[in-house]
């Protein structure tokens, strides 16, 4: 009897079912012949990688081969390639991402009654056992903060029409798994993987303009939707039996640490389509999600109470208030009688529910009128009313406010937590106590932490902008004539007086120029949407660029003179200014000049109206950018030390919000391990961070990831908290690292700033041009219009690197500072490399996103693009990369003791070896398609097809190395 063919993993099997499924989808529409193309590319690409092997760096002729063959596709053909590869990595993504949770499952139970492995309940039972008192843990919870802040990037370019079928996919391949399914069932499931794998076929991944803002918002807004208003209960509910757990008989009291905010519709800087009516919509359609959201909990809650009970069966508070209800809504309490009349809480729902029907008919009514008032979306799609429309579930414009909607709507969330509240109170006096603590429970704790403003939304400008505003203002009311000839110095002394003035500055009647008029009316905006939606709602402003203290007085200026700042004996504040360290530069003078600012007395009244909590921002990418991989971590983890102290010696309470990319190069990779190497004093339980572009996809769009994500980053909060590195511990370290931070600080600026060819290389070899000009976000990509490296947004910056497999920004100047510590100290260096890895937490986190930047690089690619230039500049730039790519390899090895890259984490190395000839056709196809477009004359009515081919190629590469910019 022949031997038994093992089976295949369930993720294999996963994946080559739903090949197999595109493949037939494929056949429907496209042919037979656009079939034998896609495999013909498939065969092609994977023979050329088992030619080259794992480590090859040129594919030779055989790629030679493959681009002239790619060069005589037409454009329907490379269409039909991007598009066939594309949705292949769509469907392997979803298949990963299932087995990522099905491992975890198996793991959980696997491990019976031991904590989950990076879960909250690991990290409390660590703490116990390491001696950690339940005091000191209600310390941490009594001034905890986690709360991801999600932004809008061009590296995220799915249309929100893409993430809901993507998520229908997600949704049946789950499905899969359950061994009751009967073998027709199997069937019919495939049947409509093959239904939702055309619909995706079918519909255009890429807009044919670019996104608008509030495109951008109602995407951000997809998350909220899909994933956290049902998964933040559950964190809570697990955070509740882990202390039970890790303490038992010990009581906590567990307040809203996990919160979330956002961007989109607030940057401003650089971004001119964001304006003060904008960032209006933007707040109200946060609050008119909230509200669709909450009807369907309050509908949910209502037939689950379907408690019978009698008047003396409920609590005196509870039946007060459906009296008052009753008074207030006559009408609506005659048609709850009749239908629940022996059913208390059935028909205190239906109040509820009539109550937030009312406070979202107001906001409607005032979106309407906003966008009447001259915010109107071109064209006829406007995104506004579609999502309003959406939410509303009618197709139609939402309905108009009635009259007695203003005396019946819930004004603040506190007064629909006050009827939670009494329901779940006598609920527990009469017997439904387990009632009280699941649906209601739930909906308090999303109460507290969404309110009815879902996020707090961010507001960010350029501190040159809010300086030319405050230029003109001060000069317009005779106080200072020529407010920007000042030094900074001068400046802050200026405004400094001007805030501690009570008289107001701005004229009433206006007359400012466009952009100072705007910006007067962004501050008078949050003070009237505070007013109505509550100060968290939008109470930080990040001023970007901070050089010096004035650039965060100007902003308090304008605050004033809102009101939203009061200066006085018994200082008032609801509005945070940020200061924003970005450069190499920025971050060696943070810390001073948090000290200038500290020092000035009318900045010490907004410190003390704020109870002392000093919210500070860092840029990884911009930094990054500026003095490369290594320096800026270093810079970045020397800034924060340096914020601690300062901090301590004015009695602040520091919060530090980083903003991290999604990619090495930006600040990103694994968060927990970012957590865990911050330094010691830096975190205190208080962490802000950014989620970016395709990164808010793979960690938040599928609920089971979104869980595992947050759970591990509050997992990370609490152990860093509780069982910090220790403070002061190997100085030897740190001054290795002050030692390499130069040497690789020199290594890139000589290639980046020192070569002048450099700039040209990088146009020339990588898809920079043709990123800036695709229509896949909003926000253009310099700051101001020239060819400079300087003036270029981090992002493309970082996003050209990893299309072109490059992943420069992720590791160059590592290895060239490796070279010269072991030329001068040999085999000291290398042991003291290892020893830092193995102990160093910051360390083994540089050290380890090296190499998952060097993984997702490819050398071999990297060279086709290479052949976009022309040979002289090849000559010249290529072979450095090689070689300091040679370095950098061999110091990754040297510090993890490894044989290969990415040895620490097989299953991610595997991963990238089998996604590799699958994204290789699509890399070929940009090839071309680069070369086609520098070709092409202008006008040329091709150049726009080109275009949108690119950006197809951009967003399927970016799927299938599940990493952009």
Known sequence: MAPREPEPDPLSADVNT???LLGDVLREQEGEA?????????????QMRAAVGEDGDDFGETGR????????LGLDQCRLVVRAFSAYFHLVNLAEEHHRLRVLRRREQEAGPSPRGESVRQALMEAAAAGVKAERVRSLLRSCLVEPVFTAHPTEARRRSVLFKLRRLSDIVEQLDDPRLTSHERLRLFDRIREEVTSLWLTEEVRGRAPRVLDEVRNGLYYFEESLWELVPRLYRELDEALASAYPGESFEVPPFLRFGSWIG????????VTAQVTEQTLRLHRETAFSLYESSLAELERELSVAAEPR????????????????MPELAASLTLHFASEPYRRKGGFMQARIAAARRINAARLRERRRGGAAAEGDDDPVLGQAQRLWGTGAPPEPPRPDDDHIAYARPDALGEDLRLIGESLRQHRGARLADGLVADLLRRLAVFGFHLARLDLRQHSEVVAAATAEVLQVAGVEPDFLALDLPARARVLAREIANPRPILRPLGGYSAPTAETIALFQMIARLQQELGPDACNVFIVSMTAGTADVLAPLLFAKEAGLFDPGPQPRSTLQVVPLFETIEDLHRAAGLMEELFALPVYARQLEAWQGQQQVMLGYSDSNKDGGFVTANWELYRAQRALVAACRKAGATLLLFHGRGGAIGRGGGPTGRAIMAQPPGALSGRLRLTEQGEVAFARYAHPGIAHRHLEQTIHAVVRATLLPFPEGGHDDWAAEMEALSPLALASYRRLVYGDPDFVRYFHEATPIDAITGLRIGSRPA???????????????????WTQSRHGLPGWYGLGGAYAAQVEAKGEEARRRWAEMYREWPFFRSLIDNAQLSMGKADLAVARIYDALAEPALRAKIFPRIVEEWRRTREAVLTATGRSALLDISPVLRRSIRLRNPYVDPLSFVQVSLLARLRAAAEPAPERDVLQRLLALTVNGIAAGLQSTG
Not at 35 to 43: K, Q
Not at 783 to 800: K, N, T
């Open 65 to 72: 081969r493959l681009r002239a063959r790619t060069d005589e």
């Open 782 to 800: 310099r700051r101001e219009q020239s060819g400079r490296i300087e003036d270029l947004r981090a992002i493309p910056w970082v996003f050209s």
């Open 18 to 20: 739903l090949g197999r």
């Open 313 to 328: 069966e409920i609590s005196d508070e509870l039946a007060r208030s459906l009296d008052a209800d009753a008074a207030a």
């Open 34 to 46: 656009g079939f034998a193309l896609v495999e013909e590319y498939r065969a092609a690409t994977k």
């Open 266 to 273: 607030g940057d401003r800087d650089g971004h001119p389509h």
